[in-house]
């Protein structure tokens, strides 16, 4: 029997286990995910609350964890269909407003409270803003350190040549301007102006992100400096362009393909951050500027530098997160589809 607390974020799905049946052995939430890539119970328990009939095959999920020492709060494993991520932003802010709501951490009388967690990539903070009744009206997702890796890496895929940057933020994105791709080969009702990254193009657009990736795969760019753990591409973000609103902001809509082949209903946490590390590098988001990042479903997420750092920014990410249920899993040991199934 195991008890969750789903959340989404923009429109992502988030399940919380706050009390996992099974020991997540490591010292720290970085060797807690590495013991668990290698299989163990807890690989078992993220099947099944992952894969059908529990899951679905974009689901998103954390078990809580101790913090790696007196500075966080707790930590979290964080999982999804493939395995377990280094990061997730939208897990983030899913997690602080978790911890407030539920009493983990003590809603502060100004009206921010800051929870601290401890993820494999490090050490990150949601800023949980709650109106005078104590419910949340936004999340600060404030970022492990970020920086763009590389740009213009030519990557050849079934539709031509794709030129890609690579942007860390707590893990490594391939960011595409969807523009690259020839219109002609998507539905040609999406093709009307308003932009690619749309829901008549999905399909299209995982296949071009499951190549991208694989293209990447050989890359030295992809191997991280200082943890071999960290090192791979994640994810590739296709964006749309729009410019700047008539506020002063940059507008971009992305659609994220992560792990192998799954969708981020929003706009992507660590991959906000990641592209907002891309867009100052060169530039383009210039200080004090803020982006407003779209999914592919029309939710967004506002994002800024916090803070110029030696290589790289420390990145800000606002959203909003909503509970949405409180659910029991059970297993049936005549049953068996256990620990169940994935259909794409």
């Given at each position: 029997m195991c008890t969750s607390v789903d959340f989404h974020t923009a429109g992502e799905p988030f399940r919380i286990v706050a009390d996992p049946p099974v020991a997540i052995p490591g010292s720290s939430v970085a060797e807690a995910r590495e013991r668990a890539v290698a299989g163990s119970a807890v690989d078992d328990l993220r099947r099944l609350l992952c894969f059908e009939p529990r899951g679905h095959a974009d689901m998103y999920g954390g078990f809580i964890t101790a913090a790696d020492d007196d500075g966080a709060d707790f930590g979290v494993l964080f999982?999804?269909?493939?395995?377990?991520?280094?990061?997730?932003?939208?897990?983030?802010?899913?997690?602080?407003?978790?911890?407030?709501?539920?009493?983990?951490?003590?809603?502060?009388?100004?009206?921010?409270?800051?929870?601290?967690?401890?993820?494999?990539?490090?050490?990150?903070?949601?800023?949980?803003?709650?109106?005078?009744?104590?419910?949340?009206?936004?999340?600060?997702?404030?970022?492990?350190?970020?920086?763009?890796?590389?740009?213009?890496?030519?990557?050849?895929?079934?539709?031509?040549?794709?030129?890609?940057?690579?942007?860390?933020?707590?893990?490594?994105?391939?960011?595409?301007?969807?523009?690259?791709?020839?219109?002609?080969?998507?539905?040609?009702?999406?093709?009307?102006?308003?932009?690619?990254?749309?829901?008549?193009?999905?399909?299209?657009?995982i296949a071009v992100g499951r190549e991208v990736k694989a293209g990447l795969a050989e890359n030295p760019h992809i191997v991280h400096p200082e943890d071999e753990r960290l090192s791979g591409v994640y994810g590739t973000i296709f964006v749309d362009r729009f410019g700047n609103l008539p506020t002063g902001e940059l507008h971009q809509r992305n659609v994220t393909i992560f792990a192998d082949g799954q969708v981020d209903r929003s706009p992507c946490g660590s991959g906000t951050a990641a592209r907002a590390a891309a867009l100052h590098a060169t530039g383009e988001l210039r200080p004090g500027q803020s982006l407003i990042h779209e999914s592919i479903v029309g939710t967004r997420f506002r994002a800024s530098v916090l803070e110029e750092i030696a290589d790289g920014v420390i990145p800000i990410v606002t959203g909003s997160a909503h509970r949405v249920a409180t659910s029991t899993f059970e297993t049936d040991p005549l049953d068996e589809l256990v620990p169940g199934f994935v259909l794409r």
């Open positions: 999982w999804h269909k493939d395995g377990f991520s280094t990061a997730c932003g939208h897990g983030t802010m899913a997690l602080g407003a978790w911890a407030v709501t539920s009493g983990i951490v003590a809603v502060d009388p100004s009206g921010t409270t800051e929870v601290t967690i401890d993820v494999p990539s490090g050490r990150v903070h949601a800023q949980v803003h709650t109106d005078p009744q104590g419910r949340t009206t936004s999340v600060d997702f404030v970022n492990v350190p970020s920086r763009l890796v590389a740009s213009g890496i030519p990557v050849p895929t079934s539709w031509g040549p794709v030129s890609v940057d690579l942007a860390w933020g707590g893990a490594l994105y391939a960011l595409v301007d969807v523009a690259q791709l020839d219109a002609v080969q998507f539905d040609d009702a999406a093709v009307d102006g308003s932009g690619l990254v749309v829901p008549e193009n999905l399909t299209a657009l």
